[in-house]
């Protein structure tokens, strides 16, 4: 995955809560065996509505959705988290996600912001009031901010996650740290054990 040390841009705003995976990827979108093309299935039964934020043309190109809270509730999909991504989002602010979801997030390098309900709330009003408000959500300071609306507030990463953002290591990766004394492994183990190729 991409490191990711600051995403700055513009939000849409999803004024709504308790926003399941089944409704951020319907399962009819689980069929697919590779990792891309989930962003045209992005809230796909909510898109069917003209009316929909992401049908919105004021929205589009924005890259950080701005939840209401209790997002990614449901089952473990991590096909909600590529379709986020794919779509274009590099970063989701909410006031509370599933724990399983937030988790998925840090694993491809989506940025999973958690704010106080009334910092959400006031980041949902701005965006809706102005959709070019300029959003920037610092990593590694741990900051969230919409300076023309006034708005800054700290949001929690623990060190392991935000070292993993800040460097781009997703699962692999974190293994690769490890590759010289794997290879010392490999190169001293006895020749009666199995051999991977």
Same mark, same amino acid.
């Given at each position: /995955? ?6 700055? @841009?513009? +939000? ?8 399941? &995976?089944? #409704? ?8 697919? %065996?590779?990792? &891309? ?22 929205? =589009? +190109?924005?890259?950080?959705? *701005? !939840?209401?809270?209790?997002? @990614? ?11 986020? #991504?794919?779509? $274009? ?6 006031? +509370? ?17 958690? *704010? ?12 809706? =009031? ?11 300071? $741990? %900051? *969230? @901010?919409?300076?023309? !609306? +006034?708005?800054? !507030? ?8 935000? !070292? ?8 692999? @990766?974190? &293994? ?6 794997? =290879? ?8 009666? /054990?199995?051999?991977?190729?």
């Amino acid at each position: /995955m991409r490191a990711v040390q600051v995403v700055t @841009g513009r +939000g849409v705003p999803l004024d709504r809560s308790d926003v399941d &995976t089944d #409704q951020i990827i319907p399962s009819d979108w689980l069929k697919r %065996v590779e990792r &891309t093309g989930f962003g045209a299935g992005l809230f796909a039964e909510w898109r069917d509505d003209r009316d929909f934020v992401l049908n919105r043309e004021e929205y =589009a +190109g924005a890259t950080i959705l *701005v !939840a209401g809270p209790n997002f @990614g509730t449901g089952s473990s999909r991590e096909h909600a988290v590529w379709a986020l #991504q794919d779509y $274009g989002f590099e970063a989701v602010i909410s006031p +509370g996600f599933a724990d399983i979801f937030r988790n998925n997030c840090t694993k491809v390098g989506l940025v999973p912001v958690q *704010v106080d309900p009334a910092v959400g709330r006031a980041l949902l009003d701005a965006v809706i =009031a102005d959709p070019n408000l300029e959003i920037t959500v610092d990593v590694a300071a $741990g %900051v *969230v @901010g919409a300076p023309a !609306a +006034g708005i800054e !507030a700290a949001f929690p990463l623990d060190d392991f996650t935000r !070292a993993r953002l800040l460097n781009g290591w997703d699962d692999i @990766g974190l &293994t690769l740290r490890h590759e010289a004394e794997i =290879a010392a492994y490999e190169a001293h183990r006895p020749t009666w /054990m199995p051999i991977t190729r």
